[in-house]
């Protein structure tokens, strides 16, 4: 060891000497432990959610799957990004398969917006402690699969960053760590509403909630009158930018697949509907293949059904009029899909 | 592996106490492995990247040193800067430049279709680059000698404190410090921490925290009110300004942590009376480093009124081309071209310099006005900086301008003055006292609490996880 030689011997000594501010810190975090737990203080504060990153789209979701699974229950469950947001609407899916309205379990679409496969795992983690559905329906696009895009990762690190995601979800130690703090501290708990309390002066405004109580987006636009090459504004480049199905997406597809094994839930794969100015959007047409043989390979793999709906677009005629931009579907593209989701199930060709 | 994150201090933890265990030598070149391995934690492909300027320039400079006409050590600068201008061009402008060329030659009436290359930026690339061509030109110049050891010049390319954002160092600061043994003092120990401390409240605290509420504001202004457009503008401003001081903050702390004192690079910036001081407080290292490589070499101040304002307005431009490879930069960095112009004319008419002003450590009336008027100058081209594009930019002034919904003013207020009264109570004092670590100068019971609150609010802030905006560039 040469740490006499690196050091001079006044450093010797501040090194040894224990920091006096320490007291202090622990003094300001037990106050503030206990006047969070004040009636009066906490009647003054916003809830401690939504909290995080995310949490603003999240939060209502969950709000309204707990509520729909108290009113109802929730027998089908939609996951996926904005696109399946959009273009699922569990009404139209219930009409389809047979359901009587507002009678008994319906389906419920928990998507949520700028989720890849990692995040939505996650997500699903938490949807699943609050219901118990006999399938789920996993809405995959192209740029859910794409190794190489900086949205998807710098999503799946905000959310591997996230503790309140974390800690909802139970996802590993470090999930389980933050449950266990969230549960015990008030501190921990009203952390993020607290600060961000302090510093605008007031409570977060409540978020605007643009899905419905059962978590469908419906959208008016029409693609097929906005002008052309206008369309691909719409869309973020970023998802199929060098694109490489390999890495954290696709092995995330696949824990979900041995994830809802385990849960003894039935998966289910949609490939999204996708509007034909997409394509011209991939570097390659060989990229749309590689993820096609990506989903195709996860489906027999694990024994799921794939639902392509890219073979629906040629059969079924989606057009531009069915999309909102390049890959949502607008309300009559959702009516459509829906329509034919619902009237596969269960089967599920 | 940002600064702001527990992984970065763990590996600072590990890194410090193997650097504390070693002799000089070791340390060294623990700190190359350290570097490289910091890098990697962003992307390793791009760590080729490094290594080859790295070599390229290590051997140029021996051969610059060994030639024996001028002629000859210019082709092997000339080569050298070549490579690492080459690089970073490619990298950060070579989209921006076929784009560009694709629609003047449309504009011309002829159609080309150059394929687009989807191209991954490497993180810090325009760091390290500047800091090698600074290498370069200094032994080209004679002013620095080649560095022996290739592994020595290899970490003062990637030292990891600076490496992604900076401060961009100079030869004749870091090479003395990484060739002869250092000893770290009390001083550094007790200052490099609070420095930490200090770099992660502007970080967590109120750059974080800003973000979050302006994001929305700067993607869809046509949704927002006036004050609300105000307020994130004004908010914008300190946010760019806390989370790139705060990360020189952490580099530096770090930095001093192990014995190695790097360059302070903001002092105060929005305290600067004049444009002139602005750029002498904002961003130091990329100021002096415009200065010392390209306004002087253009021939600065010396050939004359038109030269003059001529290279300010291609140090200005280049500057915001530096930032990003976009028109809304170039805009930026024209208007601080302006400016400075304006400023020149302004100082030439009066036959008064600005920069006595900016020697003034009273505040007179005149000095206050001079900092709000240079302040709201800066804060108007920051618009161009934020905005996805010039139009955008364009866009978000005039829905400023317009005037809806000021019943807002006062809901807007507290949102905006609470995080730069937060930024004031470091700043001012820092200010004032001329001391960046003004907390250890009080007394025991005021700098313990003091330190103890910083690191409460440190706590309550952290979690997000937002990069440092000056990654990007």
Same mark, same amino acid.
């Given at each position: 060891?040469?740490?006499?030689?690196?050091?001079?011997?006044?450093?010797?000594?501040?090194?040894?000497?224990?920091?006096?501010?320490?007291?202090?810190?622990?003094?300001?975090?037990?106050?503030?432990?206990?006047?969070? /737990?004040?009636?009066?203080?906490?009647?003054?504060?916003?809830?401690?959610?939504?909290?995080?990153?995310?949490?603003?789209?999240?939060?209502?979701?969950?709000?309204?799957?707990?509520?729909?699974?108290?009113?109802?229950?929730?027998?089908?469950?939609?996951?996926?990004?904005?696109?399946?947001?959009?273009?699922?609407?569990?009404?139209?899916?219930?009409?389809?398969?047979?359901?009587?309205?507002?009678? +008994?379990?319906?389906?419920?679409?928990?998507?949520?917006?700028?989720?890849?496969?990692?995040?939505?795992?996650?997500?699903?983690?938490?949807?699943?402690?609050?219901?118990?559905?006999?399938?789920?329906?996993?809405?995959?696009?192209?740029?859910?699969?794409?190794?190489?895009?900086?949205?998807?990762?710098?999503?799946?690190?905000?959310?591997?960053?996230?503790?309140?995601?974390?800690?909802?979800?139970?996802?590993?130690?470090?999930?389980?760590?933050?449950?266990?703090?969230?549960?015990?501290?008030?501190?921990?708990?009203?952390?993020?509403?607290?600060?961000?309390?302090?510093?605008?002066?007031?409570?977060?405004?409540?978020? /605007?909630?643009?899905?419905?109580? /059962? +978590?469908?987006?419906?959208?008016?636009?029409?693609?097929?009158?906005?002008?052309?090459?206008?369309?691909?504004?719409?869309? &973020?480049?970023?998802?199929?930018?060098?694109?490489?199905?390999?890495?954290?997406?696709?092995?995330?597809?696949?824990?979900?697949?041995?994830?809802?094994?385990?849960?003894?839930?039935?998966?289910?794969?949609?490939?999204?509907?996708?509007?034909?100015?997409?394509?011209?959007?991939? &570097?390659?047409?060989?990229?749309?293949?590689?993820?096609?043989?990506?989903?195709?390979?996860?489906?027999?793999?694990?024994?799921?059904?794939?639902?392509?709906?890219?073979?629906?677009?040629?059969?079924?005629?989606?057009? &531009?009029?069915?999309?909102?931009?390049?890959?949502?579907?607008?309300?009559?593209?959702?009516?459509?899909?829906?329509?034919?989701?619902?009237?596969?199930?269960?089967?599920?060709? | 592996?940002?600064?702001?994150?527990?992984? @970065?201090?763990?590996?600072?933890?590990?890194?410090?106490?193997?650097?504390?265990?070693?002799?000089?030598?070791?340390?060294?070149?623990?700190?190359?492995?350290?570097?490289?391995?910091? @890098?990697?934690?962003?992307?390793?492909?791009?760590?080729?990247?490094?290594?080859?300027?790295?070599?390229?320039?290590?051997?140029?400079?021996?051969?610059?040193?060994?030639?024996?006409?001028?002629?000859?050590?210019?082709?092997?600068? *000339?080569?050298?800067?070549?490579?690492?201008?080459?690089?970073?061009?490619?990298?950060?402008?070579?989209?921006?430049?076929?784009?560009?060329?694709?629609?003047?030659?449309?504009?011309?009436?002829?159609?080309?279709?150059?394929?687009?290359?989807?191209?991954?930026?490497?993180?810090?690339?325009?760091?390290?680059?500047?800091?090698?061509?600074?290498?370069?030109?200094?032994?080209?110049?004679?002013?620095?000698?080649?560095?022996?050891?290739?592994?020595?010049?290899?970490?003062?390319?990637? @030292?990891?404190?600076?490496?992604?954002?900076?401060? *961009?160092?100079?030869?004749?600061?870091?090479?003395?410090?990484?060739?002869?043994?250092?000893?770290?003092?009390?001083?550094?120990?007790?200052?490099?921490?609070?420095?930490?401390? *200090?770099?992660?409240?502007?970080?967590?605290?109120?750059?974080?925290?800003?973000?979050?509420?302006?994001?929305?504001?700067?993607?869809?202004?046509?949704?927002?009110?006036?004050?609300?457009?105000?307020?994130?503008?004004?908010?914008?401003?300190?946010?760019?300004?806390?989370?790139?001081?705060?990360?020189?903050?952490?580099?530096?702390?770090?930095?001093?942590?192990?014995?190695?004192?790097?360059?302070?690079?903001?002092?105060?910036?929005?305290?600067?009376?004049?444009?002139?001081?602005?750029?002498?407080?904002?961003?130091?290292?990329?100021?002096?480093?415009?200065?010392?490589?390209?306004?002087?070499?253009?021939?600065?101040?010396?050939?004359?009124?038109?030269?003059?304002?001529?290279?300010?307005?291609?140090?200005?431009?280049?500057?915001?081309?530096?930032?990003?490879?976009?028109?809304?930069?170039?805009?930026?960095?024209?208007?601080?071209?302006?400016?400075?112009?304006?400023?020149?004319?302004?100082?030439?008419?009066?036959?008064?310099?600005?920069?006595?002003?900016?020697?003034?450590?009273?505040?007179?009336?005149?000095?206050?006005?001079?900092?709000?008027?240079?302040?709201?100058?800066?804060?108007?081209?920051?618009?161009?900086?934020?905005?996805?594009?010039?139009?955008?930019?364009?866009?978000?002034?005039?829905?400023?301008?317009?005037?809806?919904?000021?019943?807002?003013?006062?809901?807007?207020?507290?949102?905006?003055?609470?995080?730069?009264?937060?930024?004031?109570?470091?700043?001012?004092?820092?200010?004032?006292?001329?001391?960046?670590?003004?907390?250890?100068?009080?007394?025991?019971?005021?700098?313990?609490?003091?330190?103890?609150?910083?690191?409460?609010?440190? *706590?309550?802030?952290?979690?997000?996880?937002?990069?440092?905006?000056?990654?990007?560039?």
């Amino acid at each position: 060891m040469h740490l006499s030689s690196t050091f001079s011997s006044d450093a010797r000594r501040v090194r040894l000497r224990q920091p006096s501010w320490v007291p202090y810190f622990l003094t300001i975090v037990v106050l503030a432990e206990l006047a969070l /737990r004040l009636p009066f203080v906490l009647s003054h504060l916003p809830k401690p959610e939504p909290t995080l990153w995310h949490a603003e789209f999240v939060q209502p979701k969950v709000d309204y799957l707990k509520a729909f699974e108290l009113e109802r229950g929730i027998d089908v469950l939609f996951i996926g990004n904005s696109t399946t947001q959009a273009g699922v609407n569990p009404q139209a899916f219930d009409i389809a398969r047979g359901k009587r309205e507002s009678v +008994g379990p319906g389906s419920f679409n928990a998507s949520v917006e700028g989720i890849p496969p990692y995040g939505a795992l996650i997500f699903l983690q938490i949807f699943l402690q609050y219901c118990r559905p006999g399938t789920v329906y996993y809405g995959i696009t192209p740029q859910d699969l794409n190794s190489n895009s900086p949205w998807a990762r710098d999503v799946s690190d905000r959310i591997d960053h996230s503790p309140l995601a974390l800690a909802e979800s139970r996802h590993g130690l470090l999930g389980i760590s933050n449950a266990i703090l969230l549960q015990y501290s008030a501190l921990y708990r009203y952390r993020s509403a607290l600060f961000r309390t302090l510093l605008n002066g007031k409570p977060d405004p409540v978020p /605007r909630v643009y899905f419905d109580r /059962r +978590g469908f987006e419906p959208s008016d636009r029409n693609l097929s009158q906005v002008p052309q090459g206008k369309g691909a504004e719409y869309f &973020d480049k970023a998802g199929v930018l060098n694109y490489s199905v390999q890495g954290i997406q696709i092995e995330s597809a696949r824990n979900m697949a041995t994830y809802l094994r385990d849960q003894g839930i039935r998966l289910v794969l949609v490939n999204m509907p996708l509007a034909n100015g997409y394509f011209s959007i991939f &570097d390659s047409p060989s990229d749309y293949e590689d993820y096609r043989s990506a989903i195709s390979e996860l489906a027999s793999t694990f024994g799921v059904p794939l639902f392509d709906a890219e073979r629906l677009s040629t059969d079924a005629g989606f057009d &531009d009029t069915d999309f909102a931009d390049l890959n949502h579907l607008n309300r009559k593209g959702a009516e459509k899909l829906s329509t034919m989701l619902g009237s596969h199930y269960p089967g599920v060709r | 592996m940002l600064f702001n994150t527990p992984e @970065y201090f763990v590996f600072l933890a590990i890194i410090a106490l193997l650097y504390y265990s070693l002799t000089h030598r070791l340390q060294n070149r623990m700190l190359l492995v350290a570097s490289y391995v910091f @890098y990697a934690f962003w992307d390793y492909r791009f760590l080729s990247l490094i290594l080859l300027t790295t070599t390229v320039d290590y051997f140029v400079a021996h051969a610059m040193q060994k030639a024996k006409t001028s002629k000859r050590r210019r082709i092997f600068l *000339i080569f050298s800067l070549s490579v690492n201008l080459g690089i970073l061009g490619f990298f950060k402008y070579f989209n921006f430049f076929i784009d560009n060329a694709q629609k003047l030659t449309s504009l011309a009436g002829f159609h080309t279709s150059i394929p687009v290359l989807y191209i991954l930026l490497p993180v810090g690339v325009s760091f390290y680059t500047f800091q090698e061509i600074a290498y370069t030109v200094e032994v080209y110049r004679g002013k620095v000698k080649p560095v022996d050891n290739f592994l020595d010049f290899a970490l003062y390319v990637c @030292y990891f404190p600076q490496l992604v954002a900076g401060p *961009i160092e100079r030869p004749q600061n870091m090479l003395p410090q990484f060739l002869s043994p250092r000893k770290v003092t009390a001083d550094q120990l007790v200052s490099g921490g609070v420095l930490i401390l *200090i770099g992660l409240f502007r970080k967590v605290v109120i750059a974080d925290a800003i973000g979050s509420l302006i994001d929305p504001v700067f993607s869809n202004p046509g949704n927002y009110s006036s004050p609300e457009l105000l307020k994130a503008l004004y908010l914008f401003a300190l946010q760019i300004y806390c989370d790139f001081a705060g990360y020189s903050d952490i580099a530096r702390g770090t930095s001093r942590l192990l014995g190695i004192e790097l360059m302070r690079n903001f002092d105060h910036p929005y305290f600067a009376s004049s444009i002139t001081e602005f750029w002498r407080r904002w961003h130091i290292s990329l100021s002096t480093w415009l200065r010392d490589y390209l306004y002087i070499p253009l021939g600065g101040n010396r050939r004359g009124t038109f030269n003059a304002y001529r290279n300010t307005m291609i140090t200005m431009l280049l500057s915001g081309l530096w930032h990003g490879a976009g028109w809304s930069f170039v805009a930026w960095g024209g208007l601080h071209g302006l400016y400075s112009a304006g400023e020149r004319l302004r100082t030439r008419k009066r036959g008064t310099s600005s920069t006595a002003s900016s020697q003034e450590i009273i505040w007179s009336w005149r000095r206050v006005a001079g900092v709000l008027v240079t302040f709201h100058l800066v804060l108007l081209s920051w618009v161009f900086f934020r905005s996805p594009g010039f139009g955008a930019g364009v866009t978000y002034l005039r829905d400023m301008a317009a005037f809806k919904g000021m019943e807002q003013f006062s809901a807007v207020l507290p949102g905006l003055l609470i995080p730069w009264i937060l930024c004031l109570a470091i700043d001012i004092p820092q200010h004032l006292k001329r001391d960046e670590v003004f907390l250890l100068r009080w007394p025991k019971t005021k700098r313990d609490l003091g330190l103890a609150f910083i690191l409460f609010l440190i *706590i309550l802030g952290v979690g997000r996880r937002a990069p440092f905006i000056y990654f990007q560039f």
